[in-house]
């Protein structure tokens, strides 16, 4: 039995083309009972290994190789080694030194450990010594036992037990030279030893995909033969049969990979939403606790919102006990679920914008369904106005945190975030990493690049993968679609080398960047969860993690989109109110939703920088569809995207009297009336099922198929039918 202690996956970047599911299930396949990620700096796919590897039951250990500096001859001299996770304070410790790392000792684009935040954070790690890339092994090759002997001892004193001499045998010249003097040390000194092979992709064949990876990171020509070559055809992963045959003369080394696994034990709890706590205010001399805060602001929210919305005491007192009860419902869920700080920590920064000059969207996506948002002016819509539902937001039959969707003023954003940066401290918030994949046509373009292959070929190849947005394409369905490319991959090997090698590294993760509007708000500092990083050149730290697997450790992500519509309109704003007299407390709330001349624009087609209505299509379906009120702007924004486009003729006929109007049943009849017999909102989905199949909003919820889409009223996932 033997368990791999090394692995570089995709999201090591510069190398390692190991995709995680593919990986596992090697290690499954080959009956391992553990297998460790060690990507270089970094635990970016940390939790989708934990994930995937307990899946297929496969013990994860999970660790990371770091570059360490202060045990090299001289203190600029930098080397290699391997921390795997013992325990939970393991885990928040290897968290520490990859953030303070990436934000505070960035050596030519590579983050790299300080020797004394080792001696600081050290415990609940095993340390692997980095065979001849590590201080002792670097000693050793150069023949100088005694400082390999010195360091062996300090970092045998810094980690007591949990330090071992890696042994490996890679097909690299040094690599027997290195085993002999590692074991001899490691006799003398009374050290263990550990077989680890440094595996940087699945089989064999995937050698060249390997080095063409590396070429595309470090800008090199594959065929360049004087490219230092770092790698060898045997970094493959290998079975636990090959590795106990590679290492049969060093049985303690085998064996002591299992003890490794053995004792690295970490349990990750995923799944369980952990929030800030909200700083109550004081009300009427006394602090009230988040519940009864989060009630109390709500009731008087609304009180305020029905003032506006029915200037008329006899209709506001007439239309109160319909919005209460909604309110109430809500509240009893949103408490019910545990999610009172969220909606508080929401209003709080999004009224804070309002009265410090950075404008905030109405409200997009599936939050606008809650009259508590409304009243806590989080969203800016009535939902009993246009019938949205707060189940879409919230299911009480289906836990789930909730998700605003914030459009804050582009240029005043930033200002928003210092803010929560102060309210809640530096250290507890950070915006998310997200992962660019080398889609079809860049994958071609960077291995025709490597292969040395001219730039107007492999343009025209990639040109040859069809376009289509919002569509996933992939070499392969080009193939299929676009006879062209199948023929010249049939009747050219150059184009048969180029789409093989592309197809090896087409998904895989090429860049890291940071998410358009996620940031991350933590109940204490972020490193408690996970780890940090920082691009070189940038003084903003995101989570190593993306929005999936931050989500998934129990950090809450919020949404603060920046949208450069939201300052067009503040300029407006500020333009009216200096230029038109009468005009000085002119509010966009107060502007009539009838205007016939604003809809006659929009029938023009002029509605250019008019959010989501300025692409040259939607101009074009505006013409046809000659809108007349609110509610058929609404409808076309939601109609507007992939799939739900081919009901827009059918839409435009009925509204103007030149199709029939057919309703599915006579019962939903009225539901669907508003959009003139077609389903377009995820809203009339719900209803349908609970008006025809008597479920209840939440059970409709559930069953009701979504396409994934975020636009339109509520985030406009509704199917074009109900099956």
């Given at each position: 039995m033997f368990v791999h202690l090394r692995l570089h996956t995709e999201f090591s970047v510069v190398d390692g083309t190991?995709?995680?599911?593919?990986?596992?299930?090697?290690?499954?396949?080959?009956?391992?009972?553990?297998?460790?990620?060690?990507?270089?700096?970094?635990?970016?796919?940390?939790?989708?290994?934990?994930?995937?590897?307990r899946g297929k039951g496969v013990k994860p250990l999970i660790g990371a190789e770091i570059m360490l500096e202060g045990l090299?001859?001289?203190?600029?001299?930098?080397?290699?080694?391997?921390?795997?996770?013992?325990?939970?304070?393991?885990?928040?410790?290897?968290?520490?030194?990859?953030?303070?790392?990436?934000?505070?000792?960035?050596?030519?684009?590579?983050?790299?450990?300080?020797?004394?935040?080792?001696?600081?954070?050290?415990?609940?790690?095993?340390?692997?010594?980095?065979?001849?890339a590590g201080p002792v092994g670097q000693a050793l090759v150069q023949g100088d036992t005694a400082r390999a002997h010195e360091v062996a001892l300090q970092l045998g004193s810094l980690f007591p037990h949990r330090f071992y001499l890696e042994l490996q045998r890679a097909g690299r010249a040094d690599d027997e030279a290195h085993v002999i003097v590692a074991v001899q040390l490691a006799a003398k000194m009374k050290l263990p030893v550990v077989a680890t092979h440094p595996v940087q992709f699945t089989l064999p064949d995937d050698y060249e995909a390997h080095e063409a990876r590396v070429c595309i990171s470090e800008g090199e020509i594959l065929g360049n033969q004087r490219r230092v070559r770092k790698f060898t055809r045997e970094q493959y992963f290998k079975s636990s049969a090959q590795m106990q045959a590679l290492f049969a003369d060093v049985p303690s080394a085998i064996a002591n990979t299992l003890e490794v696994a053995r004792r690295c034990n970490l349990t990750l709890t995923l799944g369980k939403p952990q929030l800030p706590e909200f700083p109550t205010p004081e009300v009427d001399g006394r602090r009230m606790a988040p519940e009864e805060y989060f009630r109390y602001t709500s009731h008087e929210g609304l009180k305020e919102r029905l003032l506006h919305l029915y200037p008329d005491e006899v209709e506001r007192e007439k239309q109160r006990p319909r919005y209460e009860e909604r309110l109430e419902f809500e509240i009893g869920t949103i408490l019910k679920m545990g999610f009172p700080g969220y909606f508080l920590i929401v209003g709080d920064f999004?009224?804070?914008?309002?009265?410090?000059?950075?404008?905030?969207?109405?409200?997009?996506?599936?939050?606008?369904?809650?009259?508590?948002?409304?009243?806590?002016?989080?969203?800016?819509?009535?939902?009993l106005q246009y019938n949205l539902l707060f189940e879409r937001f919230l299911n009480p039959e289906r836990v789930?945190?909730?998700?605003?969707?914030?459009?804050?003023?582009?240029?005043?954003?930033?200002?928003?975030?210092?803010?929560?940066?102060?309210?809640?401290?530096?250290?507890?918030?950070?915006?998310?990493?997200?992962?660019?994949?080398?889609?079809?046509?860049?994958?071609?373009?960077?291995?025709?690049?490597?292969?040395?292959?001219?730039?107007?070929?492999?343009?025209?190849?990639?040109?040859?993968?069809p376009n289509k947005p919002g569509t996933h394409i992939t070499i392969d369905d080009a193939i299929k679609a676009e006879p062209i490319l199948a023929e010249r991959l049939e009747k050219e090997d150059e184009v048969k080398t180029l789409l093989a090698l592309a197809q090896k590294l087409e998904g895989m993760t090429r860049n890291v960047g940071m998410h358009a509007g996620g940031v991350l708000i933590a109940p204490g500092k972020l490193t408690d969860f996970c780890p940090l990083y920082q691009q070189p050149g940038s003084d903003s730290a995101v989570s190593q993690y993306d929005k999936d697997d931050v989500e998934a450790i129990g950090l809450v992500k919020f949404d603060f989109l920046g949208l450069a519509t939201l300052t067009i309109l503040e300029i407006a704003r500020e333009f009216i109110m200096k230029r038109h007299s009468g005009q000085e407390s002119f509010a966009f709330e107060n502007i009539p939703l009838d205007d016939k001349a604003t809809y006659r624009l929009f029938q023009e087609g002029k509605t250019e920088a008019v959010f989501q209505f300025e692409s040259r299509g939607m101009q074009g379906m505006l013409r046809d569809a000659m809108p007349t009120r609110l509610e058929d702007l609404i409808a076309l924004n939601a109609l507007y995207r992939p799939g739900p486009m081919d009901l827009?003729?059918?839409?435009?006929?009925?509204?103007?009297?030149?199709?029939?109007?057919?309703?599915?049943?006579?019962?939903?009849?009225?539901?669907?009336?508003?959009?003139?017999?077609?389903?377009?909102?995820?809203?009339?989905?719900?209803?349908?099922?609970?008006?025809?199949?008597?479920?209840?909003?939440?059970?409709?919820?559930?069953?009701?198929?979504?396409?994934?889409?975020?636009e339109g009223r509520g985030d406009g996932r509704a199917p074009p039918d109900f099956p």
């Open positions: 190991n995709r995680i599911d593919e990986i596992v299930k090697a290690a499954a396949a080959d009956s391992q009972p553990a297998l460790a990620i060690t990507d270089l700096n970094n635990l970016f796919g940390a939790i989708k290994f934990y994930k995937e590897a090299g001859k001289d203190a600029t001299q930098l080397s290699r080694m391997v921390l795997l996770v013992q325990s939970q304070q393991g885990y928040l410790n290897l968290s520490e030194l990859l953030a303070r790392a990436w934000t505070q000792n960035v050596v030519k684009a590579q983050a790299v450990c300080k020797l004394e935040w080792l001696k600081e954070l050290n415990e609940g790690l095993v340390l692997l010594s980095g065979a001849q999004i009224n804070w914008a309002k009265n410090n000059g950075c404008p905030v969207g109405p409200g997009r996506g599936s939050g606008a369904g809650s009259l508590v948002a409304y009243s806590l002016k989080i969203t800016d819509l009535d939902p789930s945190m909730p998700d605003f969707d914030i459009d804050f003023c582009q240029t005043n954003r930033n200002l928003v975030i210092d803010y929560v940066k102060q309210k809640y401290g530096k250290d507890a918030v950070s915006q998310i990493a997200t992962f660019g994949t080398m889609a079809a046509r860049a994958a071609i373009r960077d291995v025709g690049r490597v292969l040395d292959m001219s730039y107007t070929f492999c343009d025209g190849i990639s040109k040859l993968i827009i003729p059918s839409f435009v006929a009925r509204k103007h009297g030149r199709e029939e109007i057919e309703y599915p049943h006579p019962m939903v009849a009225e539901m669907l009336s508003e959009t003139y017999g077609i389903m377009v909102y995820q809203e009339q989905v719900m209803q349908t099922a609970q008006i025809l199949g008597g479920y209840s909003l939440g059970g409709a919820d559930i069953a009701a198929p979504r396409d994934g889409q975020e």
